[in-house]
């Protein structure tokens, strides 16, 4: 299966922009669906994007952020606008074969998570 690992994390002031990115190895990564989740301190994770048959946002960011994937590169990004301060947690990309799904157990491979920190 694929290994996956997310950068791009950091420190931005409200109102500003981030993309992080993930790059799979070691697995057929068009085969996969793929997304994004996260988690905030104190936080359960939750979904925030995915990209299989088709692109799907958690309602809390829709119009914001952006997923899309690249095939040739194996990577998938996701375009952060807009950012808020509740949008402070580690992102998550995630792989798995269900397509189109939004519970963390529709996933079976998880990176090690990118810091975002956004200030107010």
């Known amino acids: 299966q694929v290994q996956l690992v997310e950068s791009g994390g950091g420190l931005v002031r409200a109102g500003g922009s981030l993309r992080v990115s993930c790059v799979a190895s070691?697995?057929?990564?068009?085969?996969?669906?793929m997304g994004w989740f996260r988690q905030a301190p104190g936080k359960e994770r939750e979904f925030v994007a995915g990209?299989?048959?088709?692109?799907y946002y958690a309602d809390s960011v829709k119009g914001r952020f952006t997923i899309s994937r690249d095939n040739a590169k194996s990577t998938i990004y996701l375009q952060i606008d807009s950012l808020k301060p509740e949008d402070t947690a580690v992102y998550y990309c995630?792989?798995?074969?269900?397509?189109?799904?939004?519970?963390?157990?529709?996933?079976?491979?998880w990176g090690q998570g990118t810091q975002v920190t956004v200030s107010s």
């Open positions: 990209i299989g048959s088709v692109r």
């Open positions: 070691g697995g057929s990564f068009e085969d996969y669906a």
């Open positions: 995630v792989a798995g074969l269900r397509y189109d799904r939004s519970e963390p157990t529709d996933y079976n491979v």
